[in-house]
């Protein structure tokens, strides 16, 4: 059974920093493309950061840019959000995604993954 699990997330004051960790199972995913999403209350659920299958090349939200950076370690099979400068508006249910097929892009549409993790909450206080 494929499983991503997600952990990391916490309470956090603005302007604090939070490390959000993506460890899979069940399959290695150590050529796919790997990414994160979130999702407010009331929203939809919106892209956060990708990585390409080889950690060479990511693409982020513009809202999160210059702030967030996403890594992998392919031989833990895992997915990394390395969140700094958080803002209240971060604040969201943060899922890791990850793509059954090899190689590729960096990509910021959620159809393109087809493996999800249950989240992990993450709550800025102003």
């Known amino acids: 059974q494929v499983q991503l699990v997600e952990s990391g997330g916490g309470l956090v004051q603005a302007g604090g920093s939070l490390r959000l960790s993506c460890a899979a199972s069940?399959?290695?995913?150590?050529?796919?493309?790997m990414g994160w999403f979130r999702q407010s209350p009331g929203k939809e659920r919106e892209f956060v950061a990708g990585?390409?299958?080889?950690?060479?090349?990511?693409a982020y939200a513009d809202s999160v840019k210059g702030r967030f950076t996403i890594s992998r370690d392919s031989a833990k099979n895992a997915v990394y959000l390395q969140m700094d400068s958080l803002k209240p508006e971060d604040t969201a249910v943060y899922y890791c995604?990850?793509?059954?097929?090899?190689?590729?892009?960096?990509?910021?549409?959620?159809?393109?993954?087809?493996?999800w993790g249950q989240g992990t909450q993450v709550t800025v206080s102003s």
């Open positions: 990585v390409n299958w080889s950690g060479t090349s990511s």
């Open positions: 995604a990850a793509n059954s097929g090899v190689y590729g892009s960096a990509a910021a549409s959620a159809s393109s993954y087809n493996y």
């Open positions: 069940g399959r290695t995913f150590s050529r796919s493309i």
